[in-house]
């Protein structure tokens, strides 16, 4: 691992991705930012944006929840989690998240690092003015496969709509 070096950034600042599962990354404190200790970005999300029930074999991931709602399932249970909330999910838990407002805005932390090349894998850079690419699971489930960094377990675990 590298040294931890200081990063200054503003709002407007940091790389944006599509991610393949769906929403928008900004990336504000890359593995390269941090030597390695964390990994910390912004998702921007649609209603309906669900991801499959996964887990992080290799780090914990935090979820700070800055704007509308996600419905959360942890570890076989479920809680909604709204803007001011916040959800720590060890490594090896189960989990998987629902949008069920409008629009959700969280900030991801994962620790330690080793999950941005699975990201960056799973995702295209935003460019400002196109539309974002349709979800593509399988590149999800390949970057997964490839990197290691997230184990998919299985289907959403949420009622369909």
């Not at 941090?34 to 991801?51: I, M």
């Not at 690419?133 to 959403?156: K, N």
């Amino acid at each position: 691992m590298n040294a931890l070096t200081s990063t200054v950034r503003e709002s407007d600042e940091g790389e944006r991705r599509w991610f393949c599962g769906g929403g928008t990354h900004t990336w504000i404190a890359t593995e390269s930012d941090t030597g390695g200790t964390f990994l910390l970005f912004e998702d921007d999300l649609d209603q309906g944006k669900v991801t499959p029930l996964h887990q992080h074999p290799h780090a914990e991931e935090t979820f700070y929840m800055t704007e509308g709602e996600i419905l959360l399932s942890l570890d076989g249970q479920q809680r909604t989690l709204h803007a001011g909330g916040r959800a720590i999910i060890p490594r090896g838990v189960p989990h998987a998240f629902l949008v069920t407002s409008s629009r959700a805005r969280m900030l991801c932390l994962q620790t330690p690092g080793g999950g941005e090349e699975f990201y960056r894998l799973a995702s295209t850079p935003a460019v400002e003015g196109q539309r974002q690419p349709p979800v593509d699971f399988d590149r999800v489930r390949q970057a997964a496969d490839e990197t290691g960094a997230i184990v998919l377990l299985g289907p959403p675990p949420f009622p369909a709509p």
